[in-house]
């Protein structure tokens, strides 16, 4: 057993069921989602419905995720498909639920504000339920680094804790970084309130494409639901500093908590995308001395 600050020392899930209504970012259609408690050994395990009729599961791991634009999802190799897991997974790690059913009607994760911190805040009503048994992470044993060059990439080593440095840039706001310690106490404070964004002059062009390919790309997207740049400007301001960079943590921890639990490490990451992030996954997986089971 290894106790590491900030994190519990036993494995949980959820007290009680808790469900949501919502919308998907890039579907725009209406979703029911509901979270209920799992048993130990369980995992996180998707179930797509239509109506009463169980459509199949797909649990959260690597070898089921799928390339999408701005989202990672998950497909089985039949074709059934959960799209933009990302914010749900990054609160369910950092809220310590290790075993959980996640119940949805529909394709697409509902994206709620564009953040993790309605997630959060389903998940603290909900409890935790903690099992009589010690909590897993994944200690990095030895330096990985994925990307292109210095231009952008992200590395990892070992470390006692998980921690993250994490920079990128974005014409008319600079250069942003973010950098600390990962616990459920930090990514609550400092992390999930961030929100998905982009610019308004981008989303008309990717929407309109998508139309014209059959992808669906931004349908959903809204004000309310995205941190939408104007000029050089947020619609209604940024929620904290650097609320940009933050938000690629979120989905850098979302991404990566496909893996199976949270990480002992150090990631640096310039400039990461949800590309970058599932090729630091699958690096591991390929260099299976790199890294242990603590």
């Known amino acids: 057993m290894t106790a590491v600050t900030g994190w519990s020392d036993d494995q949980g899930t959820l007290a009680r069921a808790v469900s949501v209504d919502g919308h998907g ?9 509901q979270i209920d408690p799992a048993p130990l050994g369980h995992g996180i395990v998707f179930r797509r419905m239509r109506g009463t009729t169980l459509l199949g599961e797909l649990k959260a791991e690597p070898g089921l995720r799928l390339a999408q634009p701005l989202c990672t999802a998950l497909q089985t190799p039949d074709g059934l498909r959960v799209r933009t897991t990302e914010h749900l997974l990054a609160a369910l790690l950092a809220c310590e639920i290790d075993h959980a059913r996640v119940t949805l009607d529909a394709e ?10 309605p997630w959060i805040q ?3 009503d909900a409890g935790r339920q903690a099992f009589a048994v010690p909590k897993r992470f994944i200690k990095i044993l030895r330096p990985l680094r994925v990307g292109d060059g210095d231009n952008r990439y992200t590395s990892i080593a070992p470390h006692d804790s998980y921690q993250l440095q994490v920079r990128n840039d974005l014409k008319g706001f600079g250069q942003m ?11 609550a404070r400092d992390i999930a309130p961030s929100r998905s964004y982009g610019r308004l002059k981008w ?10 390919k059959g992808v669906p790309i931004l349908r959903g997207a809204r004000p309310s639901c995205t941190a939408t740049i104007i000029g050089g400007s947020v619609h209604g301001g940024m929620r904290l500093p650097a609320e940009f960079v933050r938000h690629r943590v979120l989905d850098m921890v979302g991404d990566l908590a496909l893996l199976g639990a949270p990480l002992l490490g150090r990631i640096e990451a310039h400039r990461p995308s949800h590309e970058m992030n599932y090729q630091l996954a699958a690096a591991l997986l390929k260099q299976p001395e790199s890294w242990c089971w603590v």
């Not at 970012?25 to 029911?32: D, F, N, S």
């Not at 697409?108 to 993790?116: F, R, T």
């Open 108 to 117: 697409e994760v509902p994206i709620l504000d564009g953040s993790a911190l």
């Open 122 to 124: 389903l998940l603290r």
């Open 203 to 212: 989303a008309i062009p990717a929407i309109a494409g998508g139309f014209l």
């Open 177 to 187: 970084c973010w950098e600390g310690d990962l616990t459920p106490t930090s990514f």
């Open 25 to 33: 970012l890039h579907t725009g259609r209406k979703v029911r989602l």
